[in-house]
């Protein structure tokens, strides 16, 4: 995952680093000056790679006629508009 830090610099960093780093380490990474600047958006983006197509079933749906189903719900059990 990519991290931006807070002098706008760029690091990778997987989800287990992230979640270890401490604001000491995040202040050290900073006066280190690590990291790039990013100025594409798309930067390490999956829709870089290669795509993978994924075909779908297509499902078949079945029409329910409402008028089979009684309504279990009574008047006096719905709320009161207020």
């Not at 610099?9 to 790039?36: R, T």
């Not at 870089?48 to 079933?57: P, S």
């Amino acid at each position: 995952m990519l991290y931006q830090l807070r002098n706008g610099k760029v690091i990778e960093l997987s989800v287990e680093q992230y979640l270890e780093l401490s604001d000491e380490d995040i202040q050290y990474l900073m006066c280190l000056n690590a990291g790039d600047v990013v100025e594409d958006p798309f930067f390490g983006a999956s829709i870089n790679g290669n795509l993978t197509v994924i075909e779908i079933e297509e499902l078949e749906i079945e029409e329910i006629d409402p008028s089979e189903f009684e309504a279990d719900i009574l008047p006096e059990d719905l709320l009161p508009d207020f």
